[in-house]
């Protein structure tokens, strides 16, 4: 069926101009919006007064940060990494394997290469390696002990020019509010460097096997997992205890065997 188309009526002519004014309107004012919103390009003049900035010279270390940092450059060198492990057998099929006992640190004692460091850190184990700040690496031949004291003492066969031990103070003069630095591998992060003071002497402590510890050291230098077996020196550079303990769970206390004692123990094991 054929459809007819109606022309449009003059009443719809007659509103269809105002709207289309009135659409004209809105569209002009949102142009001009735009425009006063859209960020405009800043046109930089060149300036012959303009100057580069003067860059400020390094300031001057402070005697305390000076020291700390001859302390550690001169006794990283004698501060060694020490990782543990067990060989065992499986009963089943009869294979040997590897398990891991501890890690911790250790530093050089003399120049026959000898290492101390503490019992617990190489407790049970049948392989030893030492590596060295170079990361070099060095076995160990020999594992003397006394438990009661949480001491061991290393032979190794670290080459010759690599035996530098740290020189050994007193412990006996030790003061409270003395600086010390404790250095080792704590959680791994090989050659670390905490400071603080001595907190407090002669401080018993009860071990994890039920023994006493007694006249050690207390600080507030971090000594956290890994740092156990390494030195805390004074300002110096002298050792005068070996760091042994962190109290889990506190803040800023932890403890070191106190040189003295370490210097008996080791002269016994050396003779035994």
């Known amino acids: ?66 020291q700390r940092i001859d302390v550690f450059s001169h006794a990283k060198a004698s501060v060694v990494n020490i990782a543990s492990a067990q060989v065992v057998r499986n009963r089943f099929n009869m294979d040997m394997h590897q398990i891991p006992k501890g890690a911790g640190t250790g530093f050089i004692w003399d120049e026959k290469g000898r290492v101390v460091t503490n019992y617990h850190v190489v407790k049970g184990a049948n392989q030893i390696v030492v590596t060295m700040d170079d990361h070099s690496t060095a076995n160990v031949l020999q594992v003397r002990y006394d438990e009661a004291n949480d001491l061991a003492v290393l032979w190794t066969d670290i080459p010759e020019n690599k035996r530098l031990p740290i020189p050994v103070g007193e412990s006996g003069k030790l003061q409270v509010g003395q600086s010390v630095l404790a250095i080792g591998n704590p959680f791994g992060l090989d050659q670390s460097l905490s400071s603080g003071i001595i907190s407090a002497l002669s401080r018993n402590m009860r071990t994890d096997e ?58 016994q094991l050396e003779q035994s």
């Not at 735009?34 to 003049?45: D, G, K, Q």
């Not at 900035?53 to 270390?61: D, F, H, L, Y």
């Not at 077996?229 to 070191?256: C, D, M, R």
């Open 210 to 267: 039920g023994s006493i510890s007694r006249g050690l050291i207390q600080t507030d230098a971090a000594i956290n997992p890994g740092n156990s077996g390494g030195p805390l020196v004074n300002a110096l550079g002298e050792v005068v205890g070996i760091n042994s303990a962190g109290v889990q769970g506190a803040n800023n206390i932890g403890f070191a065997i106190d040189i003295d004692t370490v210097k008996t123990v080791i002269a």
């Open 1 to 66: 069926m054929a459809r007819n188309i109606q022309p449009p009526s003059s009443n719809h002519i007659l509103w269809l101009g105002p709207v289309l004014f009135v659409y004209g309107l809105l569209l002009l004012a949102g142009l001009t919006l735009a425009w006063r919103l859209l960020p405009t390009a800043n046109v930089i003049e060149s300036d012959p007064t303009a100057a580069a900035r003067p860059i400020t010279a390094a300031s001057a270390r402070t005697s305390d940060e000076q």
